[in-house]
């Protein structure tokens, strides 16, 4: 606030938009003592292995689980789509910006889930705030797990339907919250089939028990599942048989898939009324080239190569007993996100230095992506680690979590 005069009366008080910025100290001082985790520059790809500051690091704080970022396939489809389309589409897809690969790649992802139509946004975040906001009217309740990703937080701001929250992955509660719903709005169940922070897996049986029982309809974000759960691929719906019983099924192309984009799948009808409603697809541009080709090149490698998604949880698993036989506390992961619970954000900055320092890049997760209290270091795994890097990677977790004092009993 900035004060005009010496007395905040009405007409001498003034606030100023940008006292906010000023106020932002935390990074700042994570910055001052050498901790800062965001905003890292890579010198290199994105592999199991990464350049930063010129050295060689261990990467366990990135997305690309089948590791096809690098893989010469997905990058010649990109270098072709270049070549024949150019660098971008200068338009949206309702007006300029459809490209005959935006429905090829449509065509084929909902073969993929096995639904009957399917539409891609420019990315993840955005195919989340253009479903729900387009879907969720006035008539309408949201019902919500309340550690899903922000991207669909923000879709419900955009709504203009009721949102209740349940708690996180708890069956109960979502029910409780499911009875005080007047039955005739329509209801929409959101949730993540793995959450993005901690690596734990939605409980789809229940979620589809509780649809049937009380009419609603169930959105799952398989952002983080596709390519990885499941026989084929599809996700947690998948590995639970359930994919028929999820009525809108989102998901992204900046982790499997190695690209950047996203999309919707569900029935015909479903679909081509977002196509026409969503305006995070209706007013930005469409998804590039590259990028959709990559998409492309990639889904083709998820449905024909299982053997990297072995490899992945071979490596998950890996992973996962050598912290647990290190006495780290690791939440209730089931995926290749694991998650090293800190707790205090101070102690989680000193922490990440260290890894940093010993040659393993992770994510430093903090409030509002987990709760205040539960700051952790986010690792990832990718199909393409080598158990070499892994234990060099355990190595320095061991180490480091000892010198801390971070390691449970
Ligand atoms: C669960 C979930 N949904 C959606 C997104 C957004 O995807 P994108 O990166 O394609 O915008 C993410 C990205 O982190 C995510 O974790």
């Known amino acids: 606030m900035v004060f ?4 905040p009366t009405k007409r001498n008080y003034m606030a100023d938009l940008f006292a906010k910025c000023a106020l932002l100290t935390k990074p700042r001082q994570a910055e001052a003592m050498g901790c800062y985790p965001f905003f890292v520059p890579l010198e290199s790809e994105a592999g199991p292995e990464v350049i930063i500051q010129g050295r060689k690091m261990v990467m366990l704080g990135s997305n690309n689980y089948l590791g096809l970022t690098q893989d010469p396939r997905v990058k010649e489809a990109a270098k072709k789509a270049i070549e024949r389309y150019g660098s971008g589409c200068t338009g949206s897809r309702l007006m300029n910006g459809t490209l005959d690969l935006h429905r090829e790649l ?37 019902v919500l797990d309340r550690s899903v990703h922000a991207s669909i937080v923000d879709g419900c701001r955009l709504s203009y339907g009721e949102v209740l929250k349940f708690k996180h992955n708890d069956m109960e509660d979502l029910e409780r919250v499911l009875q005080t719903i007047d039955p005739k709005r329509g209801i929409l169940i959101i949730v993540d089939g793995v959450y993005s922070m901690e690596g734990d897996v939605a409980n789809v049986p229940e979620l589809v028990r509780l649809k049937k029982k009380y009419g609603a309809r169930l959105m799952i974000d398989e952002a983080h599942s596709v390519g990885v759960f499941g026989e084929g691929g599809r996700g947690v719906a998948e590995q639970f ?11 992204t192309f900046s982790k499997s898939f190695a690209s950047i984009g996203g999309f919707v799948a569900g029935d015909a009808d479903i679909i081509y009324f977002i196509r026409h409603m969503a305006r995070a697809l209706l007013f930005s541009a469409a998804l590039p080239p590259a990028s959709t080709a990559a998409a492309r090149a990639a889904l083709d490698i998820i449905e024909q190569e299982p053997e990297r998604r072995a490899r992945l949880w071979e490596n998950t698993r890996f992973l996962q007993n050598g912290l647990k036989e290190l006495h780290f506390v690791t939440g209730k992961s089931e995926s290749p996100i694991i998650p090293l619970i800190v707790g205090d954000e101070m102690r989680l900055a000193a922490f990440w230095r260290g890894l940093f320092d010993g040659g393993v890049f992770t994510n430093a997760a903090v409030s509002p992506a987990v709760d205040p ?3 952790l270091i986010r690792t990832s795994l990718m199909a393409t680690h080598t158990s070499a890097q892994l234990t060099r990677a355990l190595e320095v977790m061991g180490e480091t979590g000892r010198r ?3 390691l449970g009993a």
Request: aromatic content about 6%; glycine content about 10%; overall charge negative.
């Open 404 to 406: 801390q004092g971070l």
């Open 373 to 375: 209290d539960r700051a």
């Open 4 to 7: 005009v005069g010496l007395t």
């Open 106 to 142: 449509e065509a084929r992802l909902a073969r993929f889930v096995r639904k009957q139509d399917a539409l891609v946004f420019t990315t993840g975040f955005q195919t989340n705030l253009g479903v729900i906001s387009a879907l969720v009217g006035r008539h309408d309740t949201i």
């Open 241 to 251: 048989g359930l994919l028929d019983d999820v009525d809108i099924y989102t998901a």
